[in-house]
């Protein structure tokens, strides 16, 4: 199974500065359709899960411009250009490239 | 507008059986991937198993043999036949439509004697 590392695994932030969560994954999630299936979603507390961004960089309708997502084959990371209250929550990145799908540990973000 | 309505969940003792349904609407469940991925107590998530368009099913090895993802597309519902549930089963139990794209509110499910 492919494995996702996801660092780090507690994220205090100052509200209106920026943050960063890296996820690296065991193996390269190039498709063999060209695509790499790498997803990243926030679950804020007492909430569903929700997908912010999808194949690497695509951002989900709705999902504020200040979330941006990067990366290839193996490494990933998700960027908050400037982290607001409504932001505080465990976000995981998860690959859809190889079976079975897998997610990372996920990284607490929490105000300073 | 996308919605999704699990039910099913409860209480159950270990080596039983429950049946999850997922109730869908704003879209058909068999035009896109349609999921199952649970979250234990305090724990984060993960997947249980996928069925495609085309019908194609998959099963995380933590479930494979013991639980089975089916949809009807007449009642435009997702499914989950859960058996030999063990404590380890314990977790809200989510549906997801697409690539994990729309998720529902999620069902306890509660393993335990």
């Known amino acids: 199974d492919v494995v996702m590392t996801q660092s780090p695994l507690s994220l205090p932030v100052t509200l209106g500065q920026p943050a960063s969560i890296s996820c690296r994954s065991s193996q390269s999630l190039v498709h063999s359709d060209g695509n790499t299936y790498l997803n990243w979603f926030q679950q804020r507390p007492g909430q569903s899960p929700r997908r912010l961004i999808y194949k690497v960089s695509d951002r989900d309708s709705g999902v504020p411009d200040r979330f941006s997502g990067s990366g290839s084959a193996t490494d990933f990371t998700l960027k908050i250009s400037r982290v607001e209250a409504e932001d505080v929550g465990v976000y995981y990145c998860m690959q859809g490239t190889h079976w079975p799908w897998t997610f990372g540990q996920g990284t607490r973000v929490e105000i300073k | 507008e996308v919605q999704l309505v699990e039910s099913g969940g409860g209480l159950i003792q270990p080596g039983g059986s429950l049946r999850l349904s997922c109730a869908a609407s704003g879209f058909t469940v068999s035009s896109n991937y349609m999921s199952w991925v649970r979250q234990a107590p305090g724990k984060g998530l993960e997947w249980v198993s996928v069925?495609?368009?085309?019908?194609?099913?998959y099963y995380a090895d933590s479930v494979k043999g013991r639980f089975t993802i089916s949809r009807d597309s007449s009642k435009n519902t997702l499914f989950l036949q859960m058996n030999s549930l063990r404590a380890e089963d314990t977790a809200v139990y989510y549906c997801?439509?697409?690539?994990?794209?729309?998720w529902g509110q999620g069902t306890l499910i509660t393993i335990s004697s």
């Open positions: 997801s439509y697409g690539l994990l794209r729309d």
């Open positions: 069925i495609s368009s085309g019908g194609g099913t």
